[in-house]
Nanobody, 117 residues
Framework: QVRLAESGGGLVQSGGSLRLSCAASGIIFAVNDMGWYRQAPGKQRELVAEIMVGGNTNYADSVKGRFTISRDNAKNTAHLQMNSLKPEDTAVYYC???????????WGQGTQVTVSS
C-alpha cells in the first residue's frame, strides 16, 4: 500500500522558516518524480516545487529563491525547505509522487502551514 506522509508544518511568523518532509512507502522512491503542491482556502491547488528522478528541479515563480526542494533516495524522503516565509504562503501543503515509468500518481494527506504577519 502506498503512503506519503507529510510532516513539518505549523505556525510561523513572517520571515521565518519551516522544513517539510514527505516520507514515502509502498513505491520505488528512486524512480518517482516528487512534488510539493499547496492549496489555500478558496484557491486551486498549485505546484510549488518538483524534483525529478535525475535531480532536476522546478519552482513556482512565487517561491524561487526562498524554497528549496530536495530528495534522499536512501531514506525515501523528499523535503521542502521554506525560508523567508510570507503570509501568502499560508496553505495546506501536499506531497505528490509520480512514477517515471508507470506515470501513477499518489498524494499525501497534507500538512498545514500558517504564516502570521
Amino acid at each position: 500500500q502506498v503512503r506519503l506522509a507529510e510532516s513539518g508544518g505549523g505556525l510561523v511568523q513572517s520571515g521565518g522558516s519551516l522544513r517539510l518532509s514527505c516520507a514515502a512507502s509502498g513505491i520505488i522512491f528512486a524512480v518517482n518524480d516528487m512534488g510539493w503542491y499547496r492549496q489555500a482556502p478558496g484557491k486551486q491547488r498549485e505546484l510549488v516545487a518538483e524534483i525529478m528522478v535525475g535531480g532536476n528541479t522546478n519552482y513556482a515563480d512565487s517561491v524561487k529563491g526562498r524554497f528549496t526542494i530536495s530528495r534522499d533516495n536512501a531514506k525515501n524522503t523528499a523535503h521542502l525547505q521554506m525560508n523567508s516565509l510570507k503570509p501568502e504562503d499560508t496553505a495546506v501543503y501536499y506531497c505528490k509522487s509520480r512514477g517515471r515509468l508507470t506515470m501513477r500518481e499518489f498524494w499525501g494527506q497534507g500538512t498545514q502551514v500558517t504564516v502570521s504577519s
